[in-house]
């Protein structure tokens, strides 16, 4: 397993970050294991850069020891095209990421309907109320918001998530260790906690760059089956993540703004120029996504029928998310008995099971 952390790390510091030749490795070799073993073949050599072939002979992966024990010291997922939690949305893009980095629970990245929501970092107070409102009703019915964690809309968009109480998926344009701006590092927190993840192409201890920024705009992209824009300048970098999206095939969506105000030059064009559906409210996107915007909770059995181990978990749960671990050691059960009474709560109608092991009263 260590081996294959190692390749790779090795293979994506060799291609550095989004690498038009990523997805030919992938398709050619399978792992990054593989493609180490075969580095010195022609078929290996070919798909270098003259700068990549240059650092070839001096890269081993004993230099990638350093970021993993780092990584492994802080508690810092990482993930290869071979982890099951790698984001399968990534796999057919031809720049993927080599390696991941994640903080939070990795399995919320390959949730059924990820919505991209993004807009201007300097947004209006009406791109912020339609932000928080949007926002908050896509996260209800069950949408794991995806942004970028940065200034102005994309920290309303997991704000009105974690205000849902549901996850959320930050993606970073810095190393994984850092967020940015750093104001953002409670909100980081709570969406952790309420079972999101935040993750990065950028090992801990690396330098941010101005471009990277830009790069992660095209995983916000990828990773959402639907892109919602409610405020862009005609040029900016929520634009580029547009072209991102159109580029993957994923329908655009935005909110039409004030004909005066440069925040809405750019969702205006796109809906003037037929490039975007125009966003009014949540449920036309939920309807399109095939969810529905109040969502039916199943009949619930009478209390009075759950056994006594059920009853007993009904009073460690509230409306807010409770880990696993919580209710453990609220009632002192063993995780096997919890987690039974747990599936029976659920199949009575009484529990909402969340990502990241939570749970809470439907």
């Given at each position: ?6 390749a ?5 510091s ?20 593989e493609?180490?073993r ?5 078929e ?23 970021v ?84 102005g809309?994309?920290?309303?968009a ?20 850092k967020?940015y ?9 709570k ?11 950028y ?17 916000i992209?990828a ?6 824009v409610?405020?862009?300048?005609e ?11 159109q ?17 809405s030059q ?16 949540a ?13 039916q ?8 029928a759950?056994s ?12 807010a998310?409770?880990s ?9 059960l ?27 009263l439907?």
């Amino acid at each position: 397993m260590e081996e294959g952390l190692l390749a790779s790390l090795w293979l994506g510091s060799l291609l550095g970050p989004g690498s038009h030749r990523a997805g030919e490795m992938l398709a050619r070799f399978g792992t990054a294991r593989e493609a180490f073993r075969q580095r010195f073949s022609p078929e290996f050599l070919e798909l270098l850069t003259k700068g990549q072939l240059e650092k070839l002979p001096g890269l081993t992966l004993e230099s990638q020891l350093p970021v993993l024990e780092n990584c492994q010291r802080r508690g810092i997922g990482i993930l290869t095209w071979e982890e099951p939690d790698y984001p399968q949305a990534f796999l057919d893009m031809e720049d993927l990421p080599v390696t991941l980095f994640v903080t939070g629970d990795p399995r919320v990245l390959n949730h059924p309907c990820c919505v991209g929501m993004v807009g201007s970092r300097r947004p209006s107070a009406y791109g912020v109320r339609v932000c928080a409102e949007l926002g908050g009703e896509l996260a209800r019915a069950g949408a794991v918001l995806v942004s970028g964690l940065a200034d102005g809309l994309d920290s309303q968009a997991h704000q009105a998530a974690v205000e849902a109480g549901m996850p959320t998926i930050g993606i970073l344009g810095t190393p994984i260790d850092k967020t940015y701006p750093a104001a953002n590092a409670s909100l980081r927190r709570k969406m952790e906690e309420l079972g999101g993840a935040t993750i990065s192409e950028y090992p801990p201890n690396g330098e941010s760059h101005r471009q990277y920024f830009l790069l992660r705009n095209r995983l916000i992209a990828a990773l959402s089956c639907a892109l919602c824009v409610v405020e862009a300048r005609e040029k900016s970098g929520t634009m580029s993540t547009v072209h991102r999206a159109q580029e993957y095939g994923r329908p655009v969506y935005a909110v039409p703004g004030n004909i005066f105000s440069p925040l809405s030059q750019g969702t205006n064009q796109l809906i003037a120029q037929g490039q975007a559906r125009v966003l009014r409210s949540a449920e036309g996107l939920l309807e399109d996504l095939g969810i529905s915007a109040s969502p039916q909770q199943p009949d619930k059995v009478p209390v009075a029928a759950l056994s006594a181990t059920a009853k007993r978990l009904l009073g460690a749960l509230g409306d807010a998310p409770v880990s696993l671990e919580a209710i453990c050691a609220a009632t002192g059960l063993g995780t096997g008995t919890v987690l039974a009474a747990l599936t029976e709560l659920e199949l009575a109608g009484q529990v909402q099971p969340l990502p990241g092991r939570q749970y809470r009263l439907s």
